[in-house]
């Protein structure tokens, strides 16, 4: 087990601060690691760094930027097994799907370096040519959740240098170590100040969204705090590219195959101890497959094996940090004064840990708190509904539009329904198929821009229009 200090890159070199933050075990409540917090003046370092760091690789042609994702692949695969082991120590989730998000940075990387980002040509004659080119935009600072410390940061990472920015990354305060330490992996595969990595209290992101040499925010996490990272980013006009929320509904039609379906929607609700910002957050059952469904749940939701990282055959890990298993503690007590019938789970074992068990809520009213609230833990709403406009209606009815999806056995209905639903990705019969290419946006209050995909690459691009007469002779709008 880790317990050393960690330490932040800057400019391509190790930092430690006056002040550190420790990071938490999930699964012992004890201390993992040591990050260092980060001071206003390291913050303007590193952002110096970055900016004079930005001439020169702006300028650094397309395919050499390229071949460096590809390194940076080549160091998270080959050092998956230490990283993977320090987030599962500092995230709580279990050691093979640490390693496996290390290893989908990697492909990450990999996949988004092939991303085209050539000029288009909007007219090529022999009196003109008008290209309009995407230049980066500067400074991009990043700002990432503890859900996934690793993959959340490498959606903005790649992208971001890819397209010729510099960064500065701020993991969450409760899980800094993974991203301290691969930045340090990094440091001979990247120019230095290209990217650095700082950690901290929560003074940090304030001050980096807040920052004037910091040209764009990209930030992945709570609506609330996103609507803070907007107000602050107006002062500087930052541009943003915001990823919230979510209250992802899901809409089960009476023709599915229960059997077949029930694994596939559990772990869409509970892989990651259901702290996914796409996981499936209100199930909607049709009544004529109901009880089938509900009790096939529950029967997974009882096998399902809880325990640390380490452990044999661990399936979900406790939920990463103590106000999230309060908040949890306290939806499951609401649910518990309202009188809902709870199918699975409902009882929280007095051990060190923060072990929540999968609970499943039989039907509560669409106003209860466990269905208007991202729970964001593993404490699932099942909705019942008669008629498919009413779920429509129903899913629709929220400030979040995230993710979806619908599970029938007829594809065409699937498609038209899940073409109804007010989310920025939808699925129809598999779900969580997240990759480079397919853009990701969140509608309505669950962000603002898109991230992956070509339209996630332009995000950290401007467009910069350049018109040419040809034929040596000048002419203007007014000429
Ligand atoms: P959070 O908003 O509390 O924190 C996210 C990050 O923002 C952390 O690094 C935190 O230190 C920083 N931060 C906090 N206050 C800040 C401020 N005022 N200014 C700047 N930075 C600040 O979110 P969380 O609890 O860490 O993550 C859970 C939330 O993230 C959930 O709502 C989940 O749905 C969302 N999420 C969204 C996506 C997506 O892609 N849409 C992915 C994962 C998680």
Redesign the pocket.
């Known amino acids: 087990m880790s317990t050393a200090t960690h330490t932040m890159t800057i400019d391509g070199k190790a930092v430690t601060a006056a002040a550190t933050i420790n990071a938490v075990n999930p699964a012992t409540e004890q201390v993992v690691g040591t990050a260092p917090d980060c001071s206003r003046e390291q913050l303007d370092q590193a952002v110096a760094a970055a900016r004079h760091a930005f001439s020169a690789w702006s300028a650094t042609p397309l395919n050499e930027r390229r071949a460096v994702l590809g390194r940076m692949a080549g160091v998270l695969a080959a050092n998956a097994a230490t990283l993977g082991e320090l987030l599962s120590q500092e995230q709580g989730k279990p050691l093979a799907k640490a390693q496996e998000e290390v290893l989908i940075s990697a492909h990450w990387c990999a996949e988004v370096a092939k991303l085209p980002l050539e000029p288009d040509t909007l007219a090529d004659t022999p009196d003109s040519l008008v290209q309009v080119h995407r230049v980066p935009i500067g400074v991009v600072g990043a ?6 410390p690793v993959a ?1 940061a490498f ?1 903005k990472i790649a992208p971001a240098l890819l397209a010729g920015n510099t960064m500065v990354l ?5 899980t800094p170590l993974t991203a301290l330490k691969f930045g340090e992996l990094l440091r001979d595969a990247l120019p230095p100040g290209v990217f650095n990595v700082v950690s901290g ?2 003074a ?3 001050w ?2 807040a920052h004037p040499g910091i040209d764009k ?1 990209s ?8 609507r ?2 907007m107000e ?1 980013g107006a002062a500087t006009l930052k541009r943003l590219t ?5 209250n992802d509904a899901a809409i089960v039609l009476p023709d599915v195959d229960v059997n077949a379906v029930a694994p596939l929607i559990f772990w869409g609700a509970f892989a990651n101890s259901a ?4 996981a499936i957050k209100r199930l909607y059952i049709h009544d004529a497959v109901y009880d089938r469904l509900s009790q096939a749940l529950a029967k997974l939701a009882g096998s399902v094996k809880l325990g640390a990282a380490t452990e044999a055959g661990v399936e979900l890990g406790p939920v990463q940090n103590k106000a ?1 298993f309060e908040r949890l503690k306290g939806l499951l007590a609401d649910c518990k004064a309202q009188g809902l019938r709870l199918l699975a789970g409902g009882e929280v074992a007095q051990q060190p840990g923060y072990f929540f068990p999968v609970t499943l809520v039989d039907n509560p009213p669409e106003s209860s708190r466990i269905v208007q609230e ?1 729970p ?1 833990g593993p404490i699932l709403p099942l909705l019942r509904f008669t008629d498919i406009d009413d779920a429509v209606a129903r899913a629709n009815a929220s400030p979040y539009g ?1 993710g979806a999806s619908v599970w029938t056995a007829d594809e065409a209905q699937g498609l038209a329904i899940g073409r109804r639903l007010q989310a920025g990705t939808v699925w129809v019969n598999e779900i969580h198929t997240i990759s480079p290419i397919k853009p ?1 946006a ?1 509608h309505k209050q ?2 603002l821009g898109v ?1 992956q995909g070509e339209d996630g690459l332009l995000e950290y691009t401007l467009p910069q229009t350049v018109s040419l007469k040809r034929g040596g002779q000048a002419s203007g709008a007014g000429a």
């Open positions: 700002i990432v959740p503890w859900n996934f959340l959606f701020k993991p969450s305060p409760l209290g929560d940090l992101g304030p980096m969204t925010i930030f992945t996490g709570s609506t609330a705090t996103g803070k990272v602050s915001l990823e919230l929320g979510g702290q996914f910002c796409l999230q991202e964001f995230l990701m969140g669950s962000g991230e």
